[in-house]
Nanobody, 116 residues
Framework: QVQLVESGGGLVQPGGSLRLSCAASGFTFSSFAMTWYRQAPGKERELVAAIASAEPNTSYADSVKGRFTISRDNTKNTVYLQMNSLKPEDTAVYYC?????????WGQGTQVTVSS
């Protein structure tokens, strides 16, 4: 069955870095656009970064441009989110999303907490 499994979240100090991974299975990963979303407590889910099925087409929320980098490895069916210069306002649950036409899949999320 379809699975998206996020990992790499945790507690980090402001200014630190984390790399999130999302391992996909059960569908043709290379043909899907992949997106990272996040949701902070009391806030709506927001798009963080997206990557097309064929690199290098990427896009980012203004709040993370220059700090986050999305990438994918189609040989490993995995999408990554490198997060640098983390701020307390980056604290949220981060979700992986796969999309191709009407087919949309979500992961279970991974918690990222930025705090001193």
């Amino acid at each position: 069955q379809v699975q998206l499994v996020e990992s790499g979240g945790g507690l980090v100090q402001p200014g630190g870095s984390l790399r999130l991974s999302c391992a996909a299975s059960g569908f043709t990963f290379s043909s899907f656009a992949m997106t990272w979303y996040r949701q902070a407590p009391g806030k709506e889910r927001e798009l963080v970064a997206a990557i097309a099925s064929a690199e290098p087409n990427t896009s980012y929320a203004d709040s993370v441009k220059g700090r986050f980098t999305i990438s994918r490895d189609n040989t490993k069916n995995t999408v990554y989110l490198q997060m640098n210069s983390l701020k307390p306002e980056d604290t949220a649950v981060y979700y992986c999303n796969a999309r191709k036409q009407w087919r949309v899949y979500w992961g279970q999320g991974t918690q990222v907490t930025v705090s001193s």
